[in-house]
Nanobody
Framework: QVQLVESGGGLVQPGGSLRLSCAAS????????MGWYRQAPGKQRELVAN???????NYADSVKGRFTIGRDNAKNSVYLQMNSLKPEDTAVYYC????????????????WGQGTQVTVSS
């Protein structure tokens, strides 16, 4: 079993900043990617940003230039630095890890955190 522990959510004013973090532990052999998703009321869950094992990153168009994702491979952790926050960023943010639990080549690990609330309001 894999456990993901998220932290950093909260209430912030428009234009403010928050830093989310996620630490993975348990039966992890290797990680292919780590990412952050979010789900706002009445909307589907969407990818915010992810980072691949080689270091490349992807961002949703709505957050490019404002958010930064980073990873500490040795600690199996990932963070999301969120700047210039907007009310439309309000959502529950979820950490996601995809990888392998053993030496076998088939990816068999897909774990989700419980989510952390981010509210942007004046």
């Amino acid at each position: 079993q894999v456990q993901l522990v998220e932290s950093g959510g909260g209430l912030v004013q428009p234009g403010g900043s928050l830093r989310l973090s996620c630490a993975a532990s348990g039966s992890i052999f290797s990680i292919n990617e780590m990412g952050w998703y979010r789900q706002a009321p009445g909307k589907q869950r969407e990818l915010v940003a992810n980072i691949i094992s080689g270091g490349s990153t992807n961002y949703a168009d709505s957050v490019k230039g404002r958010f930064t994702i980073g990873r500490d491979n040795a600690k199996n952790s990932v963070y999301l630095q969120m700047n210039s926050l907007k009310p439309e960023d309000t959502a529950v943010y979820y950490c996601n890890v995809v990888g392998r639990s053993s030496w076998r080549l088939t990816p068999d690990l897909n774990s989700w955190g419980q989510g952390t609330q981010v509210t942007v309001s004046s």
